[in-house]
């Protein structure tokens, strides 16, 4: 092969090195600006998704008899999967850091860790945090399935294994001095 033309070749390999490279710097993360604190979250957005899947199958019984609520209509389902939709998006909103109460929240009874005290204990492990929402996010994508396969007694499950995926989250940040009192949910 004449001379130049390897010099030819070495410049287009360069080249393809190049744009190979710029291809696969990573793009900055978008900013993001968390409007609310994590307990306006959870009264606004995480609590009122989980009574909606809470309250779609349920089975009460009374003087009055037997009352069984179940999802019917496809918008009864419709509402079900919203929620779980929600709860699943809500575990990515609470891995955002951003405050946990308020500044002027004052309400943390004398068993609960106040908002800078479990602020600290989420800064200085925000991994750990990340598994209890990530622990939120599975149920809440199983939630999803259950509820397209409009599966009464999957959903009426998943109210159980929600429920241990808060739990399991407040007794590690919101109230650890429970977790004596309460047996270890799986
Ligand atoms: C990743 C952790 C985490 C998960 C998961 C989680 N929570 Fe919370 N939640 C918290 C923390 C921390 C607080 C305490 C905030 C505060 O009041 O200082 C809290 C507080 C609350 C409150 C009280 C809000 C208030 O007005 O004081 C409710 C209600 C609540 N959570 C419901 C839920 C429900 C329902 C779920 C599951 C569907 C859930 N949470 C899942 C971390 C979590």
Known sequence: MKPHRLVAGGVLLFGIALIEQCASQPAPPPELTPIVSVKELMENIVDPAADVIFDSVVTEVSAKGIVETRPTTEEDWIKVQRAALLLAEASNLLKMPRQIAPA??????????????????VDA????????ADGLRDVAVKGL???????????????????TACENCHLEYWYPGDKKAVPPKP
Not at 125 to 132: I, V
């Open 104 to 121: 002027d929240d004052t309400s943390a009874q004398p068993a609960e860790l106040t908002p800078p005290q479990i602020l600290a204990k």
């Open 125 to 132: 492990d925000r991994a750990q945090w990340g598994k209890y």
């Open 145 to 163: 399935a259950v509820a397209k396969a409009k599966d009464v007694d999957g959903v009426f499950e998943l109210g159980s294994a929600l429920d």
